[in-house]
């Protein structure tokens, strides 16, 4: 191999690692909401700041579209996505529907596997809870429930409920700040009781509470975004 040859791979390699830092740096600050919705993300500026060219944060964003985070204009302006709250309902059935078919298929596969990696997950949710740490929460409980979802062992059940997870990582967001990311023990302790029903075979149990962890989630939302639209109306002028 000559000298051009490996100058050209350190080259892709060290693009591939700063696409990878912006990636990140950008994804955990538009899930954590540091950068709203509707929020412009200008190649020259992030350039500016992260100390790159604009190829690694043009790779950046396209994988961040990939994701869904992330908006092209028709004017080839590129903004942090807009949530549309339009599509919650039927976002709200899907979501509850995979949190029940995966909780049931969990209860329903006997034995230890993939215990260890749910209780993993749900260690990492409590020291997140503790830590009134909203980002990590977020991930964490993604990847409670994902780890539930791969006991029950349908791996379409999985990718399917992994992207809803991960779409409605915003939403989520929302949801702790009505908290004030001070999220009661209840979910904690909501989690706990899905392991042991999950450890025990009760299937009817787990159901019942996937159903219940799901409805509390929804209503809590709704209730949010409700309130912030009154308020929106209640503005003199509008």
Known sequence: MSDKDIGSEDTVRT??????SIYTALRREILSM?????SPLDEVRLSERFGMSRTPIREALL?????????????????????????????????????????RGAAQRGGAAGLDEILRH?????????AQDA???IE????????IAERAGNSYYTTFF????????????????????????????????MIEAIRTGDVEKADR?????????????QEYISRDFNNARALPGL
């Open 15 to 20: 693009r591939g690692s700063g696409t990878q």
């Open 63 to 103: 994988r961040l579209v990939a994701d869904g985070l992330v908006t092209t204009l028709p004017n080839r302006n590129t903004i942090v996505a807009i949530i549309d709250f339009s599509t919650l309902p039927t976002y709200f059935e899907a979501l509850t529907l995979m949190y029940r078919v995966t909780t």
């Open 34 to 38: 540091a950068l709203p919705p509707g």
């Open 135 to 137: 980002f990590t929460m």
């Open 140 to 147: 964490a409980n993604r990847e409670f429930h994902v780890a």
């Open 209 to 221: 509470l996937a159903v219940e962890h799901a409805d509390q989630i929804v209503r809590q939302i």
């Open 162 to 193: 992994a992207r809803l997870l991960d779409e409605g990582r915003r939403i989520l967001r929302l949801y702790y700040s009505t908290f004030d990311d001070r999220l009661p023990r209840q979910y904690v302790d909501e989690h706990e009781e």
């Open 122 to 130: 749900q260690r990492d949710f409590i020291a997140a809870v503790e």
